[in-house]
């Protein structure tokens, strides 16, 4: 399958995520007054608690 010839590209998706989570992030900094540490901290978390999911699910 030939993602050019299709008009799909594989980068999209995660694009659409990562300035999701972006925009969602400055969102939450904005409403609960964070600063960048707790955000850093914050961040930090959300990818702990995804490699403890997929941990688990894959394994």
Do not use: C, H
Request: aromatic share 16%.
């Amino acid at each position: 399958m030939s993602w050019r010839l299709n008009g799909l590209a594989p980068w999209k998706p995660v694009r659409a995520v990562v300035f999701a989570d972006k925009k969602v992030f400055f969102w939450i900094k904005g409403k609960l007054g964070l600063s960048e540490y707790q955000m850093a901290a914050l961040v930090w978390l959300k990818g702990l608690v995804i490699g403890v999911l997929l941990g688990t699910w894959l394994f």
